[in-house]
């Protein structure tokens, strides 16, 4: 199970994994979500699991809970936020702090993720712009696995924010702008082995690959910055 910010790269590194531990990798989700179908439902309903790649804050509470094992934990990649518009549409300006909170003053609906960059958007930096009033009522949780870029591409959202490797590969949507840097949110991923997991040799086997510089190339072309513990 894996976050929407390290999906790119890990389909990408599935043949590797494949050849290294000589097994099938199956993925059971692409997407941190809400709902019955989200990572935190799935784990706690005991499905089985051997890896586990989610932001590094959820990943430590995964472990507190007894959902994830302490050991092998590996942070594995830094990521930025990012916003995005609909292919075709003008260029939002957000090259500065005063020009961001301008452009979500002015745009009619803004989607944002379930994930660690919705929570960041909607609980600190509406707040620190000091518009989090004017936008709330035109800002939509976008959930249930569905990618905030997807929205956007439908015209369904004039504006969106999630991780800058989530909203990448999407299609239909263009001007792809991180955060300026003043108000840049960076956040750890990390991978763990989950408490149902049945292959406790291959799925650390699995994790110090993905963190090793082999892994580096498939990351940095999804828009990750590799940690590179090894």
């Not at 590996?74 to 549409?89: E, H």
């Not at 005063?98 to 960041?120: D, M």
């Amino acid at each position: 199970m894996t976050s929407g910010a390290f999906t790119a790269a890990y389909l990408e590194l599935i043949p590797q994994l494949e050849r290294i531990t000589g097994k099938k990798f199956i993925t059971l989700t692409t997407s941190v979500g809400t709902g019955e179908s989200a990572i935190p439902s799935r784990l706690k309903r005991g499905e089985i699991v051997d890896v586990v790649i989610v932001a590094d804050t959820l990943l430590r509470t995964f472990i507190q809970d007894g959902l994830v094992m302490a050991e092998p934990y590996v942070p594995l990649v830094r990521s930025v936020m990012a916003m995005a518009v609909r292919a075709g549409a003008p260029a939002p300006e957000i090259s500065t702090v005063e020009a961001l909170k301008q452009t979500l003053l002015k745009a009619e609906s803004i989607a944002y993720s379930a994930s660690v960059s919705g929570h960041y958007l909607t609980t600190e930096l509406y707040q620190r712009l000091g518009i989090a009033q004017q936008v709330a009522a035109k800002s939509r949780l976008i959930g249930k696995g569905e990618r905030v870029g997807a929205v956007i591409a439908r015209g369904e959202a004039e504006i969106g924010f999630q991780q800058f490797s989530e909203l990448l590969p999407v299609s239909g949507i263009a001007h792809i702008t991180p955060l300026p840097a003043e108000v840049q949110k960076i956040s750890v991923f990390s991978s763990g082995v989950a408490a149902s997991t049945t292959n406790l040799e291959l799925a650390r086997l699995a994790i110090s690959f993905l963190a090793s510089s082999e892994a580096t190339q498939a990351i940095t072309k999804s828009g990750l910055e590799p940690i590179n513990n090894q």
